[in-house]
């Protein structure tokens, strides 16, 4: 759609690509970030193949490799060559494919629910922001009153009395999604106040453009930048909230591998099976540290001012 009068959407903060790429990579933080993301995408996205690789699957039972209590047999929870990370106390399945096949399961509803929640948020922050007026005090007062609510309690209850039926991951992800928009509906709300003051955009009310036009393009598109920044940044939150639901036992139904879970169970097992905890607890801990360096990495590499004003 071609803006009124020739009027062009201007970019409050233009940024080039090279340099953005060349901050980064100047950044070890970033970098190590960066690599721990891509690391842990590409153990989700090629789980089957590892697996096979290690030669057992994620729903294997090997009631062979527990000793007569149930308890995994052998050095560090019976890590061998067969089982490179041990087995899993009760089940005996190998631990090694639990935690390849839980990186699907945290990487999935954290992006996914990432999704929902800028979605809602966006939308909501540039309309409040935007229109102003009424519009501007009830949906504020909905952001207000969804940002308090105990969202935790909440997914807990969700989690126990959704239909049988319902599919359970897609569940969490809405539920996570849904109580993740407040904060970024908040940022996007303030930069919308100034941006709207702009002279571009003034320029294109008083041209006749509509609001949707102003809205998707010119408002938009200098949002950009922040919205990448907080996606990045919010979904080491939200594979934490899986996590904390998988460990409450709300999360993804059993036999799904799901790292939370598995760290939940390990807790009555943590004195005679350590590794049973350390594994999943190690992969939860690098992943969430990895897209929150490269998230902090990102947001230094689009805006230079906030990290000089962090010195």
Do not use: C
């Not at 190998?94 to 990432?114: C, E, K, N, P």
């Not at 940002?147 to 126990?160: D, E, K, R, S, Y």
């Not at 992943?287 to 230079?304: E, H, Q, V």
């Amino acid at each position: 759609m071609a803006t009124p009068a020739g009027i062009e959407p201007v970019l409050e903060t233009p940024h080039n690509g090279r340099q953005v790429q060349r901050r980064l990579l100047h950044d070890p933080a970033a970098v190590i970030g960066g690599a721990l993301v891509i690391l842990f995408i590409l153990v989700a996205a090629l789980a089957p193949l590892i697996t096979r690789i290690s030669g057992h699957g994620p729903y294997e039972y090997d009631l062979g490799a527990l000793d007569e209590t149930t308890a995994p047999a052998g050095f560090g929870g019976g890590i061998s060559a067969r089982h490179w990370f041990g087995v899993e106390p009760l089940t005996g399945r190998d631990l090694f494919a639990v935690v390849v096949y839980g990186a699907r399961t945290s990487i999935l509803v954290g992006v996914a629910a990432t999704v929902v929640s800028v979605a809602l948020g966006v939308l909501i922050g540039i309309v409040a922001g935007y229109f102003g007026g009424w519009t501007d005090r009830i949906l504020s007062r909905t952001i207000d009153v969804v940002f308090g609510f105990p969202g935790l309690i909440f997914m807990i209850a969700l989690g126990a009395i959704a239909p049988p039926r319902f599919p359970k991951s897609l569940l969490i992800i809405l539920v996570i999604g849904f109580f993740g928009w407040p904060a970024i509906a908040r940022v996007v709300r303030g930069q919308t106040l100034a941006l709207k003051e702009r002279n571009y955009v003034v320029a294109s009310q008083a041209a006749g453009a509509g609001a949707f036009h102003i809205l998707f393009s010119q408002l938009l598109p200098n949002l950009a930048a922040t919205i990448i920044v907080f996606a990045t940044i919010s979904i080491p939150g939200k594979i934490g909230a899986e996590a904390a639901l998988s460990f409450l036992g709300v999360g993804v139904p059993p036999p799904t591998p799901a790292w939370g879970r598995s760290i939940g169970e390990a807790i009555s097992w943590v004195q005679t099976d350590p590794m049973f905890l350390v594994f999943p607890g190690a992969a939860l801990f690098l992943a969430t540290l990895g897209f929150n360096l490269f998230g902090d990495g990102l947001r230094d590499a689009l805006d230079p001012r906030s990290e000089s004003l962090g010195r």
